[in-house]
């Protein structure tokens, strides 16, 4: 739902964004997009992670 309404994200820590501010534009923003793809996977492990407990925990409530 968070990625449905963001406009802009930013991802760059100071060292990233000093790189690309060297590099130029477009380089900048592909390397800010290699960020947030690299960003994508812990989530989704968690996610995954929680929706399991969270269906096994509804599992032993109902019993």
């Known amino acids: 739902?968070?990625?449905?309404?963001?406009?802009?994200?930013?991802?760059?820590?100071?060292m990233c964004t000093k790189t690309a501010q060297q590099l130029g534009e477009k380089p900048a923003a592909g390397l800010n997009s290699g960020i947030l793809y690299l960003m994508l996977a812990p989530f989704a492990i968690i996610g995954v992670i929680a929706y399991r407990w969270w269906k096994s925990e509804s599992g032993k409530s109902s019993n």
């Open 1 to 14: 739902m968070f990625f449905a309404f963001a406009i802009v994200a930013h991802a760059q820590c100071s």
